[in-house]
């Protein structure tokens, strides 16, 4: 699914609490964790799921992030639970939430599966609509 640019931009934007300083920052920090530990993903029915390989500093890590997006982005509900050598982290909606949010996340995380790491400006760059949501609504940006 490609996620839309004029919907998913203002869905995310509209739903997330942080400022745009502080959403790059943290676009930043999500894609170097993504870069040495996400594994594979799938688009499941109202969500994605988000493999990460199962390490202890890792795990500690990932719960951290994933009760830091869950209070600044009300729309999502986010679940991380051991799936024998790795950790879930399952994104879903909650409603009224609009499904272009869960596109957006789906092409942020594009890069960084089974790929040599990525810069930050590499996944910006796929896509105009990612970098719309974390660049302030500018189709590129130096994150």
Same mark, same amino acid.
């Given at each position: 699914?490609?996620a839309?640019? !004029?919907?998913?931009?203002?869905?995310?934007s509209?739903?997330c609490?942080l400022?745009h300083?502080?959403?790059a920052?943290?676009?930043?920090?999500?894609?170097e964790?993504?870069?040495?530990a996400?594994?594979?993903?799938?688009?499941?029915d109202g969500g994605?799921?988000?493999?990460?390989?199962?390490?202890?500093?890792?795990e500690?890590?990932?719960?951290e992030?994933?009760?830091? !997006?869950?209070?600044?982005?009300?729309?999502?509900?986010?679940?991380? !639970?051991?799936?024998?050598?790795?950790?879930?982290?399952?994104?879903?909606?909650? !409603?009224?939430?609009?499904?272009?949010?869960?596109?957006?996340?789906?092409?942020?995380?594009?890069?960084?599966?089974?790929?040599?790491?990525?810069?930050?400006s590499?996944?910006?760059?796929?896509?105009?609509?990612t970098?719309a949501?974390?660049?302030?609504?500018?189709?590129?940006?130096?994150?």
């Open positions: 699914m490609t839309n640019a !004029e919907n998913s931009t203002y869905v995310i509209g739903s609490s400022d300083d502080t959403r920052g943290r676009f930043a920090s999500l894609a964790l993504w870069s040495v996400l594994v594979s993903r799938e688009r499941v994605v799921v988000l493999a990460y390989r199962d390490d202890t500093d890792l500690t890590a990932i719960r992030f994933a009760a830091t !997006e869950q209070q600044c982005c009300p729309g999502f509900d986010i679940a991380v !639970e051991h799936d024998g050598d790795r950790l879930l982290w399952t994104v879903t909606l909650n !409603e009224p939430a609009d499904p272009g949010m869960l596109d957006a996340l789906w092409d942020l995380t594009a890069k960084f599966v089974d790929v040599p790491a990525a810069p930050v590499a996944a910006l760059a796929a896509s105009p609509a970098a949501v974390f660049c302030g609504g500018s189709d590129s940006c130096d994150c």
